[in-house]
């Protein structure tokens, strides 16, 4: 098959496009507005960019509380999502009135971070504490404004659990990181391979 997204011709039931860009990990973020209000929500259009220096970044749909608290405090934190954690992930994409905390919402427990005010999931096996770096309203092909903003930052402070260190590594297949596929689909990474790269 082939379709034009524009036209929307694919003549399926759902566009295939974010079942072919898969999986794709999700950005469980944490963000605290200037007034201290908390917020946690899932992006699954989150990934890491460069390693030198470490920047992550997230794309929401519109400027929710998760763009604007970021951008207002100049941090936040990017929780690792594995299996024991979907369904707490998944309950904090519930639609909340604004200002309603879904770490309340979803009774997650909130551990302090290090070196950013907001915190992390205290049950989650990874974190990343991060200072924002920019906001980009992404535009199409011909330069027109999208309804989606990529927020972006340094990882300055970088928690994991020290049951997944082995031999110096961290054991990925271990964590059982969850990922998002197309439509209601997810993965959990439960196994791995190596691949030396050609000198």
């Known amino acids: 098959m082939f379709y034009e997204p524009r036209k929307g011709d694919h003549g399926l039931?759902?566009?295939?496009?974010?079942?072919?860009?898969?999986?794709?990990?999700?950005?469980?973020?944490?963000?605290?507005?200037?007034?201290?209000?908390?917020n946690l929500a899932p992006f699954s259009f989150f990934n890491a960019f460069q390693a030198r220096p470490h920047l992550v970044g997230f794309a929401a749909d519109g400027r929710k509380d998760s763009v604007v608290f970021a951008e207002e405090t100049k941090e936040f934190v990017c929780n690792l999502v594995t299996e024991d954690l979907m369904h707490d992930m998944n309950a904090t994409s519930a639609h909340l009135p604004r200002g309603?905390?879904?770490?309340?919402?979803?009774?997650?427990?909130?551990?302090?971070?290090?070196?950013?005010?907001?915190?992390?999931?205290?049950?989650a096996a990874a974190a990343l504490e991060c200072r924002w770096t920019q906001t980009i309203h992404l535009v199409d092909a011909e330069g027109q404004p999208s309804d989606a903003w990529l927020v972006c930052g340094e990882v300055v402070g970088i928690y994991v659990d020290d049951r997944f260190i082995k031999d110096g590594r961290v054991d990925t297949a271990a964590l059982r990181i969850v990922s998002r596929l197309g439509y209601k689909d997810y993965a959990v990474v439960e196994r791995t391979f190596e691949l030396t790269r050609p000198e």
């Open 13 to 38: 039931p759902h566009d295939p496009f974010k079942a072919l860009v898969a999986p794709r990990p999700i950005g469980w973020i944490t963000t605290q507005s200037a007034a201290g209000a908390i």
């Open 100 to 123: 309603q905390s879904e770490m309340e919402h979803a009774r997650i427990e909130a551990a302090p971070s290090r070196l950013v005010k907001p915190p992390r999931v205290a049950k």
